[in-house]
């Protein structure tokens, strides 16, 4: 393959800013070499010198590639469910350049070793690979790691996601020394002590079904306690910590964010696609959504909610209180999954329908700027990792691009996925906007068939 790419005649979407323009985007050497705004055709001299591939963009909108904090991509450890190669080639899919793994991994990636593991180029990811390694020796909520030399190695921040950081004591000084590095602590904020033999969110679905339900406390309560330790070590210490809470699904914890913002502290976190789309009713059976009653491709952690945390979350992104979507990529073996609802694993994949489904609960429903929506996946995600050298389409960056369809309707076809796995909620769905090209660090990592 020439090294070189002309993404010709297409609309560049730029994030959060609901304008757009036509342009060409060549690309060289794994960077963007040039940008043209107005009538296709000015760069095709220069991409005839390069030998380079020309993509008719025509009718297409060309954005940076997305980045997803939050995704499991299984290696090392529980290659059946997914590996670093096929998890990567799902992100390529849903128009993802960058994804940051977390560290449930088996071993737990929490010494330097095995955060190389994850970054090596041995592991032939399609797209960048970023990695945020376990805040705990073994994620055992106990004894800190070793967050300098692992921060030094590339962590881009520390989480025991699937795990809450529980103590007050460990969390404070997570934050501490996370604070000093420049990188965040992620918190998965679940109070386990709440929810222990809970499958499902508590409310009157739960009582239904005869299920024991996950209260929105275990969320909110943990939340709070961590704003709470900000403001302390902001008073007592000269850091600025930050605080990311992962895949927030409560009105109550949205609620706790919201205030904290207001107050200055440096609190971000994500919503995930499924939490804005589906709600706890689903579990009992959606005939719209292809499931029956006890379906564990509904099934998750933190769980779907009521319709009003739902809308909670919705309204939490137009007004700004969400900072990024993340996936929470969390792929099981079919074997897995085919279980009572009670013993199956949380997680569903969701590297695939994340386009789809953001833009069209939040631009079709709710009338979000597309520019918007773009940004809670690329530039925004970007500002949380505090890398302003990604999530931006600029001459000199990485040639991390998405070129999609951002009329597209359809419904999501699950048996065409890159993933190993295929527990998603969304098979048969309704979704909007399509990705055709991907463009990973200046290569065509994905191509619409
Ligand atoms: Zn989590």
């Known amino acids: 393959m020439s090294g070189a790419v002309l993404l010709r005649g297409g609309t ?4 959060a800013e609901d304008r757009s323009f036509r342009g060409d985007v060549l690309i060289a050497d794994g960077a963007v070499a040039a940008i043209h705004t107005g009538e296709a055709g000015a760069l095709d001299a220069r991409a005839k010198d390069a030998g380079a591939e020309v993509i008719d963009c025509t009718g297409l909108a060309v954005a940076p590639g997305f980045i997803d904090v939050h995704v499991h991509l299984r290696e090392p450890g529980q290659t059946h469910k997914e590996t670093i190669a096929t998890g990567t080639r799902a992100a390529a899919a849903g128009g993802f350049t960058t994804v940051v793994a977390m560290p449930n991994t088996s071993p737990v990636t929490d010494s330097v070793e095995w955060l190389e593991f994850v970054m090596s180029p041995k592991r032939q990811a ?7 390694p376990a805040v705990t020796v073994g994620s055992m909520g106990e004894r800190l790691t070793d967050m300098a030399a692992l921060h030094a190695a590339g962590a881009v921040g520390f ?5 809450p950081v529980l103590q007050d004591e460990v969390m404070r000084e997570a934050l501490r020394t996370a604070g000093r590095l420049g990188v965040p602590v992620s918190q998965h904020a679940e109070d386990t002590r709440m929810t222990v033999g809970a499958s499902m969110n508590a409310g009157p679905v739960s009582f239904r079904l005869g299920l024991r339900g996950m209260p929105v406390e275990a969320e909110s309560s943990i ?3 961590d704003i709470r330790l900000l403001e302390e070590i902001e008073r007592a210490d000269k850091v600025r910590p930050h605080l990311h809470v992962q895949h ?7 609620e706790a964010i919201r205030q904290a913002k207001r107050r200055g502290l440096h609190v971000t976190c994500e919503v995930a696609p499924h939490h804005i789309a589906l709600t706890d009713e689903a579990i009992a059976g959606d005939a719209a959504q292809r499931s029956v009653r006890y ?5 998750m952690n933190p769980p779907l909610r009521s319709a009003e945390d739902r809308d909670a979350c919705i309204a939490a992104v137009l007004d700004g209180t969400v900072d990024v979507l993340a996936t929470d990529h969390a792929p099981h073996a079919a074997w897995e999954k085919g279980v009572e609802f ?4 949380n997680g569903i994949v969701g590297l695939e329908t994340a386009l789809g489904v953001a833009l069209r609960v939040l631009h079709r429903e709710h009338g979000m700027a597309q520019g918007k929506v773009l940004a809670l996946m690329t530039s925004a995600p970007a500002k949380v990792l505090g890398r302003d050298d990604l999530g931006a389409l600029g001459v000199g960056l990485s040639a991390d691009v998405v070129v999609f369809d951002a009329g597209a309707s359809y419904a999501y076809d699950v048996t065409a ?8 909620p969304f098979d048969g769905a309704a979704m909007v906007g399509r990705v055709r090209y991907t463009v990973s660090q200046g290569r065509v990592v994905f191509r619409a068939s």
């Open 295 to 299: 379906d564990t491709r509904f099934k």
């Open 417 to 424: 996925t890159a993933s190993r796995s295929r527990n998603t």
């Open 12 to 15: 560049l979407l730029q994030p």
């Open 223 to 225: 939340v709070e306690r």
């Open 159 to 163: 989480t025991d996601d699937g795990k």
């Open 248 to 254: 927030v699904s409560t009105a109550k914890a949205l």
């Open 126 to 132: 399609a797209v960048r690979v970023l990695a945020m």
């Open 342 to 345: 009670e013993r199956a694993p």
